[in-house]
């Protein structure tokens, strides 16, 4: 594929392929392509489990040596929804007025083609080679269940020896321009949800039922009156959302056998999804009743703290752009969650304000800052200065 040092065109092919999880259709062959042309060898990982689809996955490393610098990313892509609602087609992949279109180009097609463009870049000004390796983790999986994805690969990656010293996630970072914001961490989240049971009868009657709904609000109003914490060093306060309640009672002259309520916790390194479990029931023991609670954890709360990783991503942003980039733990979920319990991460990419939304969308000039940037980490990290 010619042209792998600019970054557009190979954006340009990865948008054009409708890769919505867990369908790959195509992306990581495009991928792979440029790669190979590069030199690096490449592998394809199918994770599989029962309880999910299986996933096409690719890891790919140009050199054998340590130190290995890692970028991890993903080529899914969420579903466009409203096809009516964009302007452009979301997978033609077209520029206009130095904007490019597509489903992806945000989050984060276009950041794994900024590193390539970067890493040929640096391999054409180190012919002879360089002490280390740069090696790629990409999943299929991330705007998925996150099964068969990444986990997937690290795990691979351990049974053969495969270790990455340090790793930088492509995620899009930058709430309204390029460079504000270096993700360090990220909140742990917790969704649970409650069945409340009771004993159904006629609303006249209350004495020969078990209304559970009034144990259901005494339960909610505990957490919405909870204040958990007020943040810490590097995180914001933990929140409880309550998302849904349930009952499924279509008539108003009887008392429900039970009501469901489902709600989210995002948690700061304050807390474990163990501790807050723990809490949980706690509070609705307080309460009483027959009540159960069904918990799924996509994510325990952790922080890389700031360091040598920070700071080379940091001063590399701040040489390119001229801003000083806020270390932040702000956001979602991203499969840095997995990758923390192997080597040092750090998340920095493109402008998040259009990823999945309509007309997702970049500026080509950010597209080509971001290659610069992540050219300068490359040159930085395995310089005598690197860190």
């Known amino acids: 594929m010619p042209g792998l040092d600019q970054p557009l065109e190979l954006a340009r092919a990865l948008i054009r392929c409708p890769s919505v999880t867990p ?3 195509g992306a990581l062959d495009v991928l792979q392509a440029a790669l190979q042309e590069l030199g690096f060898t490449c592998h394809r990982v199918l994770g599989e489990a ?10 790919a490393r140009l050199g054998t040596a340590a130190p290995n610098f890692c970028f991890a990313g993903h080529t899914d ?7 009516d609602g964009w302007r452009e087609d979301p997978f033609a992949a077209d520029v206009r007025d130095g904007i490019l279109y597509g489903r992806g180009a945000s989050d984060m097609k276009g950041a794994i083609a900024a590193f390539v463009a970067a890493t040929a870049r640096f391999v054409e ?3 002879g080679g360089w002490n280390g390796s740069i090696s790629l983790l990409i999943t299929g999986d991330e705007e998925g269940p996150a099964i068969n994805g990444t986990r997937k690969l690290l795990d691979w990656m351990e049974a053969r020896g495969e270790r990455a010293d340090v790793c930088l996630v492509g995620e899009p970072t930058n709430p309204e321009r390029l460079g504000d914001m270096i993700k360090i961490g990220r ?3 917790l969704n649970a949800r409650l069945t409340v049971s009771g004993t159904q009868g006629h609303a006249a009657y209350p004495h020969l039922a078990d209304n559970p709904l009034p144990r259901m609000i005494a339960m909610l109003g ?3 009156e909870a204040r958990l914490d007020d943040g810490s060093a590097h995180f914001q306060a933990s929140n409880i959302e309550i998302t849904s309640i349930d009952v499924g009672n279509e008539a108003s002259n009887v008392i429900p056998a039970k009501a469901e309520a489902a709600f989210n916790i995002r ?3 304050g807390h474990s999804s163990d501790s ?3 809490w949980l029931h706690e509070q609705f023991a307080a309460v009483g009743g027959d009540y159960a609670l069904d918990i799924h954890v996509t994510g325990e709360a952790f922080l890389t703290p700031p360091g040598d990783l920070s700071t080379l991503i940091a001063h590399a942003v701040e040489a390119a752009t001229g801003r000083v980039p806020e270390l932040s733990t702000t956001g979602g979920t991203s499969d840095a969650r997995f990758i923390k319990d192997h080597c040092a991460v750090a998340e920095f990419g493109l402008i998040g304000r259009t990823m999945h939304k309509t007309d997702e969308h970049i500026e080509l000039a950010e597209l080509d800052a971001l290659t610069e940037i992540y050219e300068m980490v490359l040159r930085r990290y395995f310089s005598k200065d690197a860190g």
């Open 125 to 127: 000004d180190h012919p």
């Open 222 to 224: 505990r957490l919405t």
């Open 276 to 278: 807050l479990t723990a």
């Open 23 to 25: 369908e790959d259709a």
């Open 50 to 59: 029962p309880e999910s689809e299986p996933v096409d996955n690719l890891y």
């Open 187 to 189: 909140r742990g989240s």
């Open 267 to 269: 948690f700061n390194d």
């Open 77 to 83: 892509v969420v579903p466009v929804g409203d096809r």
